[in-house]
């Protein structure tokens, strides 16, 4: 496909449980962008890769987060012990250029998860 | 501190009517600023970004935006509304001297018949 895809698109999870959450950015694509939608709100960036560098983590709210694009393409994002609290759409975006900046993120479709 | 403020929660329009969305932000310098739109179970698309030049830049889907330095701000405006335009429009900023985008809280958008 020509966009950003992510899978699964719901997931519901019991607390405690680990999840992962795949992101497939477009090809050729440089940055990927990670961020957190709670419900009602706007996008909390989580974490920033230039290929399979992790350049920028400083959103991630706990160290049970934990994000990985070891291949610099497709990234995985792994939630550790899952509490209520991280129930949320999970979107993935990524740019064709080596930073954020004016250029543009394109987003895919976002994950929903859901902590019982 | 670095904010971005979307003042209105919620607007009702009429079709066919003006729309203008407010977006303010404070950041020591000017940030690179986009404006995004989510529909229901879908993800973000691109309106439209402001990083220089003229301050009234044309997007897709009819909008514009105004960026004006004086007021810190970076109002989205379209002059007759569809009904396809229901939908959350946000406000996004990037730093110039870092990778995080930051989003408003969103404005919600209802289009009445």
């Known amino acids: 496909g020509a966009g950003v895809s992510q899978s699964p698109r719901y997931k519901v999870a019991k607390r405690g449980q680990d999840v992962a959450l795949r992101c497939d950015p477009i090809s050729g694509h440089v940055s990927l962008f990670w961020y957190q939608q709670a419900l009602g709100q706007g996008p909390e960036f989580l974490t920033y890769f230039q290929n399979e560098a992790q350049l920028d983590k400083s959103g991630l709210p706990s160290d049970r987060f934990f994000a990985e694009r070891p291949e610099g393409s497709v990234s995985t994002l792994k939630i550790q012990r899952t509490q209520q609290e991280d129930s949320a759409v999970y979107l993935c975006?990524?740019?064709?250029?080596?930073?954020?900046?004016?250029?543009?993120?394109?987003f895919g479709p976002g994950t929903r998860l859901t902590v019982l | 501190a670095q904010s971005v403020t979307q003042p209105d929660i919620h607007i009702t329009v009429s079709e066919g009517a003006s729309l203008e969305l407010r977006c303010n932000y404070s950041?020591?310098?000017?940030?690179?600023l986009f404006w995004y739109v989510q529909s229901p179970g879908q993800g973000l698309q691109l309106l439209l970004k402001?990083?220089?030049?003229?301050?009234l830049v044309q997007g897709i889907k009819g909008f514009e935006a105004e960026f004006k330095r004086s007021q810190s701000s970076f109002n989205l405006r379209k002059p007759s509304v569809h009904w396809s335009d229901a939908a959350e429009y946000f406000c996004?900023?990037?730093?110039?001297?870092?990778?995080?985008?930051?989003f408003g809280a969103g404005t919600r958008l209802t289009v009445k018949p």
């Open positions: 402001y990083f220089s030049g003229d301050t």
């Open positions: 996004a900023v990037v730093a110039r001297n870092n990778n995080d985008m930051r």
């Open positions: 950041y020591g310098a000017t940030p690179y």
């Open positions: 975006a990524s740019s064709l250029a080596a930073s954020s900046g004016p250029d543009t993120q394109y």
